[in-house]
């Protein structure tokens, strides 16, 4: 028992040592709440650039304003209907792009011919815009759910599929070499190296997913909506509403940065075993 305390002791001080390094030659100590200091800031600025004249109500309205818009919204216009039919998009779209370029990159990752027949087509299809092909879209599937959902599901593959196949190609050989020497197969290698090791850059799709999917919902929403926030801002456009545009943008910023901070978060807890500045 003695032995087993002298031998696992230094590795915790090592450990401690090591993170003690990484704080102060890194970023540093994590601040509590950090998570609302950025947009709690960006409030402030707003309400005394409004409170003081300098941001004019034709340009920006007032957060106040705003707020009363929001709850106009929320009591006689039905927002709640609006947040959920974009929602819903969204995390379909989402979704559907996230698993198609995830399962794109696998195949073209691991495997020559995969990446001979998928890695051409997909690089063609990231220097096109989406948004440009949507009147070819429409001509496809018409202006109704199914165009709007698939828009978003374009979108968001892209980045997906360009991290993690960047993330399974950019392994190190040696762990290659370290595998066949002690004997492990392809599929093993595959399942415990590989694929683990590919998550960062998956994670780091998942974040550019995010944000463009909520580009091509501002975009598609345009398109014969007849709910949804890109809904609701058309119709505030047409009558001069500019609080209620900005209760429009104010949601779909919610909506990102949320999302953001949850695959943050939940990279930071799946890749725990990283020794990063980020620990």
């Avoid at 707003?46 to 009363?68: C, F, K, M, R, Y």
């Avoid at 959920?84 to 011919?113: C, D, E, H, N, P």
Wanted: proline fraction near 4%.
């Amino acid at each position: 028992m003695t032995a087993a305390l002298h031998v696992t002791a230094p590795k915790t001080d090592d450990k401690t040592d090591a993170r003690v390094v990484r704080r102060r030659l890194g970023p540093g100590r994590r601040i509590r709440f950090a998570f609302w200091i950025g947009p709690l800031l960006a409030l402030a600025v707003w309400s005394a650039g409004s409170a003081t004249g300098v941001i004019q109500p034709a340009i920006l309205s007032a957060p106040w304003d705003v707020a009363v818009a929001f709850e106009d919204q929320w009591a006689d216009h039905d927002l709640l209907t609006n947040i959920l039919s974009s929602l819903q998009r969204a995390v379909i779209g989402l979704s559907l792009g996230v698993v198609t370029g995830a399962v794109l990159a696998v195949i073209s990752g691991l495997s020559r011919a995969g990446e001979s027949v998928i890695d051409g087509p997909i690089q063609i299809k990231r220097s096109v815009p989406t948004l440009a092909i949507i009147p070819l879209l429409i001509a496809w599937f018409g202006i109704g759910q199914e165009m709007k959902i698939i828009t978003i599901a374009l979108i968001s593959l892209i980045p997906i599929y360009v991290h993690t196949h960047n993330g399974l190609r950019g392994i190190d050989g040696k762990y290659a070499e370290l595998a066949e020497t002690i004997g492990i197969g392809r599929g093993d290698f595959i399942r415990h190296v590989v694929l683990p090791g590919a998550l960062p850059g998956f994670l780091l799709g998942m974040r550019f997913a995010v944000t463009s999917s909520l580009l091509g919902l501002v975009v598609v929403e345009q398109y014969n909506a007849v709910a949804g926030i890109g809904h609701m801002i058309s119709l505030a456009e047409q009558y001069g509403q500019t609080d209620v545009i900005v209760v429009g943008l104010v949601i779909y910023g919610v909506f990102g940065y949320c999302a953001d901070s949850a695959v943050r978060l939940t990279a930071r807890k799946v890749l725990a075993w990283r020794q990063t500045l980020e620990g």
